[in-house]
């Protein structure tokens, strides 16, 4: 399962969704702004604020990070 945490207004998580949905990934994408609950979870698992943050299979990825991303689909 792949988790996209983002907001509306930040760059980097358009770019990371767009680079997954070009590579055809299905992902969730929580809006951790319109979800308090979510944003509890993503600072629980990061201990970050910041966003994008993308949990691919238990790999959590801070930031639109191509390599990595690449990485943990290919163990996905």
Do not use: H, W
């Amino acid at each position: 399962m792949i988790t996209v945490y983002s907001t509306d207004t930040c760059p980097y998580c358009t770019l990371a969704k767009r680079y997954l949905s070009d590579k055809g990934v299905v992902f969730n994408e929580v809006n951790v702004a319109r979800d308090q609950q979510a944003a509890r979870e993503m600072v629980k698992k990061t201990g970050q604020m910041g966003v994008p943050v993308l949990d691919i299979d238990g790999t959590v990825i801070l930031g639109f990070d191509k390599p990595r991303i690449d990485a943990a689909l290919k163990t996905a």
